[in-house]
Each structure stands twice: as structure tokens, then as C-alpha cells.
């Protein structure tokens, strides 16, 4: 049963990573009608041409491919169907978190924030072709150590200025951490990239929890520095954000509630 194969293939690929899963989606034995309904039914990727990308990573809702677009470097996010979730609502889940990630760049991008251009949206793959950023992860360059002490202060105000625009725009980014923002090499601009979770909102206590994600993200990939990264982090948002001061306040009850969380266990 081709069904069977490919759930069985999944729950491989979920188990093994992201090597497994490799193998072209139209790698199924079904027959052709067969095959088509599945694809109607699951609204999987119908051409999605895998052997002219490489996959880049895997994550829980979505495979990064690396390619070109018209002869561009370009990041291709294609979100796939969650097995266990009726398929109707799985597609309508799927196209509906498409359509809020390609909204929420452009919304990010109209208040001078960077984010990767976006080349192309295709619904039939549910797929994301944008730009490719090259560049490095705040992860990635904060371990590293080869940025020097004005490089650090001014990528970590830098990170502080850019979050306190999308706040005050109403977009808060719902994953803020250090491997979801890249440094571009050629102009060393900051660059935000997967929001997949973004949504609008004005409400404080959502960019409290914003910040709070980014504070934890410090502390769990930075050790003993990240602290102090952050509060230079803070301290330029608190300049920057003309909304800071409500936000702020209820950052510190976000903060202090994740604190009584922790010691209770
Ligand atoms: N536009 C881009 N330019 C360069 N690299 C990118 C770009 N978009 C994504 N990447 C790389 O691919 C990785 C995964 O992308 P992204 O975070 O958008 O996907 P995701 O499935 O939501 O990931 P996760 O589940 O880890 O949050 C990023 O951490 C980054 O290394
Ligand atoms: C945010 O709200 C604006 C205005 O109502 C809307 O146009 C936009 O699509 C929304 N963005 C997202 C990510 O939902």
C-alpha cells in the first residue's frame, strides 16, 4: 500500500533526521490516480522539483531547501502536512500559516526591518521562494568570538533597534533567537528570518513574551555572556521603542513568572 509506504517513510524520516529524508517527495510507488487524490486530499507538493535543490534542514512543520530563482540564490521553505492532523483542516492550516509567513515579511520589510525578499509564493507545494542571505547567524557569529568589542555592540544594538520597530509596528515575531537572525556579509546589516510564527499584535504582554524568548535564547546558547548580551540587547530596545515602558513592565512579569516556573520544576 503506497499510503502505508509513505506514512511509514515519514515516521522514518522523523526518527533518523533530516537525511532520510532526502529522497525526492514524488519517490512514492502509487499509481498515478492513486497519487493524484493523495495529493488533492494531503495539497502536498505537486512539482516541487527536489533534484534541482539541496536540502538545507528540517524542522517540524517545514523542509529548507538551498537553490537558485532565476539564477538568484535563493532559500525555498516548504511546509509539509502533519500526518496526524485531518487532512481539510491539515491544508487549510497549511495554506493559511503560508499566507500569515509571506504577510508577515512584507509587513516586517515596510517597517525598515530586513528580511529576505520574497521571489515567489507558491501555494500548490506551499512553498516560500526568497532570498538567500548571505551571511552568518547571530549563533554562529557570537560563538565564534571574531567579532571584536565595538562588532558585538553594535550588532547586539542593532538587535535591540530592530525588534523595538517591529514592536511599535505591531508585529511580534514569536521565535526570536539568536539562529533566526543572520548577519549579511556584504553590508553587515541584521537581517530577521523565519516568521513563521509571526502574527500582528499591540497587546504589551506579546512583545513581553517576545523578549522573554530572546532572553532565554541568550542564556541557553550564550552561557554565562549572553546575560550580559542581552542587556545590551534590552537597552537599546528601551531607547528605540517609543512603547517601551509598557512593554517593559510587563516583560519583567513574563520574566518573573518563568522564574517561579523554573523553581517550582
Ligand atoms: N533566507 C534565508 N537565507 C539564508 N538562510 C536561511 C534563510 N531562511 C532560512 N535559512 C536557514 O535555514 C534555517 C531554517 O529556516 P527557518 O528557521 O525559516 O525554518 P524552520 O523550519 O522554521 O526552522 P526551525 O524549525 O528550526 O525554526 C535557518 O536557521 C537558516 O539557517
Ligand atoms: C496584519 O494586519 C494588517 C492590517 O489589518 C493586514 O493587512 C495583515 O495581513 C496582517 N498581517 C498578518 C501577518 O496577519
Known amino acids: 500500500m503506497a499510503a502505508t509506504a509513505t506514512v511509514a517513510a515519514t515516521a522514518v524520516a522523523a526518527a533518523v533526521g533530516a537525511a532520510a529524508v532526502a529522497a525526492p517527495p514524488q519517490a512514492t510507488a502509487a499509481a498515478p490516480a492513486e497519487q493524484q487524490q493523495q495529493r488533492q486530499q494531503q495539497q502536498q507538493p505537486v512539482e516541487f522539483d527536489s533534484s534541482r535543490y539541496t536540502l538545507h534542514s528540517q524542522g517540524a512543520e517545514a523542509r529548507v531547501w538551498e537553490g537558485t530563482f532565476l539564477s538568484r540564490p535563493a532559500i525555498i521553505k516548504q511546509r509539509f502536512s502533519k500526518k496526524y492532523r485531518h487532512p481539510q483542516l491539515d491544508g487549510k492550516l497549511t495554506a493559511s500559516r503560508l499566507k500569515s509567513e509571506v504577510r508577515s515579511m512584507l509587513k516586517a520589510r515596510k ?5 529576505p525578499v520574497v521571489y515567489h509564493v507558491d ?17 554562529t557569529l557570537l560563538h565564534g568570538g571574531q567579532l571584536g568589542g565595538t562588532g558585538l ?7 535591540g533597534r530592530t525588534i523595538a520597530k517591529l514592536h511599535d ?5 514569536g521565535d526570536l533567537t539568536t539562529s533566526n537572525m543572520m548577519m549579511r556579509t556584504e553590508d553587515r546589516q541584521l537581517v530577521l528570518i523565519d516568521f513563521g510564527l509571526a502574527y500582528n499584535s499591540t497587546i504589551p504582554e506579546d512583545k513581553g513574551v517576545d523578549l522573554y524568548v530572546l532572553e532565554r535564547a541568550f542564556a541557553s546558547a550564550h552561557a554565562e555572556e549572553g546575560a550580559a548580551m542581552f542587556e545590551k540587547v534590552l ?19 513574563v520574566r518573573m513568572r518563568g522564574r517561579k516556573r523554573a523553581m517550582v520544576g
Open 123 to 139: 501555494h500548490a507545494t506551499s512553498s516560500i521562494y526568497m532570498e538567500r542571505v548571505q551571511g552568518h547567524s547571530l549563533k
Open 169 to 173: 509596528g505591531g508585529l511580534v515575531h
Open 235 to 253: 537597552e537599546a530596545y528601551r531607547r528605540a521603542s517609543r512603547q517601551w515602558s509598557a512593554t517593559l513592565n510587563r516583560f519583567a512579569e
Open 111 to 115: 517597517l525598515g526591518v530586513h528580511t
Open 153 to 159: 555592540e553594535e550588532l547586539l544594538v542593532s538587535v
